[in-house]
């Protein structure tokens, strides 16, 4: 049973270019989260998503950024026109529950670098 | 909002001691408590995970304390080895039982 898949690993964009982060959850997890950790801060909770929903995006920049979950494939974090501060790495988390109580899993996380 | 700091930011110990590491958050309204281990590169590996009804939650070598009340929690390495080096973080969950907010972590180091 594989674990939460992201890809890519690490991503250089330059300024103004678009990035695809995906992530694939664990097997029988139909609950998404991505989490973005900036360098020397924690990690901050994005979007909380559900297979076709977007349940919580309260923690997401209001521009440039969008997140999906479709029906089928992964779940997308596409950020438009980065910009520097953008540089980060992006984790996504899988749950069976929307319910913490059951356990997160994380991925390994895409380390964006914006040039 | 829930704010969550870990103290020390950073600890170098020779292999063997006993160590805490500590965790505080200014919400004491919280559905459970976690504590999570990062390694360089890498994802976060769950460690130990307190319901907000515990009061500690034990794996191996490691133990880890809630106090709700106080707003702390406390992880606890015994013995401790050259493999153990990486940044601990705990995160804190909110009632509404979905969503983490984490400490900026402790970088352990552990020489032999």
């Known amino acids: 049973n594989a674990g939460v898949m992201q890809n890519p690993r690490h991503l250089v964009r330059r300024r103004g270019q678009e990035a695809r982060l995906r992530c694939s959850p664990m097997?029988?997890?139909?609950?998404v989260y991505w989490y973005r950790q900036l360098p020397e801060e924690g990690l901050k909770f994005m979007v909380y998503?559900?297979?076709?929903?977007?349940?919580?995006e309260s923690g997401m920049p209001k521009e440039r950024f969008s997140a999906e979950f479709p029906k089928e494939g992964p779940s997308i974090l596409r950020i438009q026109q980065v910009v520097r501060g953008d540089s980060a790495a992006y984790f996504c988390?899988?749950?069976?529950?929307?319910?913490?109580?059951?356990?997160?899993?994380f991925g390994s996380g895409t380390r964006l670098t914006v040039v | 909002k829930q704010e969550v700091t870990q103290i020390p930011a950073a600890l170098s110990v020779p292999e063997g001691e006993n160590l805490v590491l500590n965790c505080s958050f200014t919400?004491?309204?919280?559905?459970?408590l976690q504590w999570f281990r990062q390694d360089p590169g890498k994802g976060l590996t769950s460690l130990l995970l307190?319901?907000?009804?515990?009061r500690e939650q034990t794996s191996g070598r490691l133990n880890a304390s809630l106090d709700k009340s106080s707003g702390r929690s406390t992880l606890y390495i015994a013995a401790s080895q050259p493999g153990d080096s990486a940044t601990y973080l705990c995160?804190?969950?909110?009632?509404?039982?979905?969503?983490?907010?984490f400490g900026k972590g402790t970088s352990l180091l552990v020489t032999p």
């Open positions: 988390a899988s749950s069976p529950r929307r319910d913490t109580n059951y356990g997160y899993t």
């Open positions: 097997k029988g997890h139909s609950h």
């Open positions: 998503l559900q297979k076709e929903n977007i349940i919580d």
């Open positions: 919400d004491s309204a919280i559905y459970n």
């Open positions: 307190i319901q907000s009804s515990q």
């Open positions: 995160a804190a969950s909110p009632n509404s039982g979905y969503a983490l907010n």
